[in-house]
């Protein structure tokens, strides 16, 4: 039973290239959250979401960043055109179900924009 | 204010001594976690609490709802321990809301 996994586990992108990670969560699990860590800043809630649905995304930034989480297939933390500042630690984490409340992470995908 | 405060930020221990972390919270939650990172490593959850106080090896964790106050403990603290402490709350939603972490280095 493999756990969170993410990928890639480093990531290099050009200024104004796209960023994709990914995200497959442990087997039964249908809810996904995306988190961020900036350099020397703590974890920041992004995103939620649930197969096919996104349930919450107040702490994603309104441009350039989206998610996804089809039927089929992992869920994707899209970066278009990224920039010095998006450079961080992205963490997803996910459960079985809304509101449980064990928390089992990925490794992490660590992008660098240079 | 951020809504969930770690104290210390930094510690730095010699083997053996006895560590305290300390976090404070001003939401409503429905569970905390304590988890560690290592430098460039991922992230693990080591205790999930609503209530009461729970024990894992030389590590102990409680938590006063009431006070919305929770500790971690560590006994007999190993230069393995070193690493940062994050304290989680568990929103409504399952998302979690984070302190900004206390790093510790245990000296041998």
């Known amino acids: 039973n493999a756990g969170v996994m993410q990928n890639p586990r480093h990531l290099v992108r050009r200024r104004g290239q796209e960023a994709r990670l990914r995200c497959s969560p442990m087997?039964?699990?249908?809810?996904v959250y995306w988190y961020r860590q900036l350099p020397e800043e703590g974890l920041k809630f992004m995103v939620y979401l649930q197969k096919e649905n996104i349930i919450d995304e107040s702490g994603m930034p309104k441009e350039r960043f989206s998610a996804e989480f089809p039927k089929e297939g992992p869920s994707i933390l899209r970066i278009q055109q990224v920039v010095r500042g998006d450079s961080a630690a992205y963490f997803c984490?996910?459960?079985?179900?809304?509101?449980?409340?064990?928390?089992?992470f990925g490794q992490g995908t660590r992008l660098t924009v240079v | 204010k951020n809504e969930v405060e770690q104290s210390p930020q930094n510690l730095t221990a010699q083997e053996g001594e006895f560590i305290t972390i300390n976090c404070s919270y001003s939401v409503g939650i429905s569970a905390l976690h304590w988890l560690q990172q290592h430098p460039g490593g991922g992230i693990v959850s080591l205790f999930m609490?609503?209530?009461g106080k729970k024990k894992h090896g030389r590590l102990i964790a409680t938590i006063n709802i009431q006070e919305k106050h929770s500790s971690l403990h560590i006994t007999a603290s190993h230069p393995r321990d070193s690493a940062v402490y994050i304290c989680a709350v568990v929103r409504s939603q399952g998302n979690l809301i984070f302190g900004k972490g206390t790093k510790l280095s245990v000296k041998p």
């Open positions: 087997k039964g699990h249908s809810h």
């Open positions: 984490a996910s459960s079985p179900h809304q509101g449980n409340t064990e928390a089992f």
């Open positions: 609490l609503s209530s």
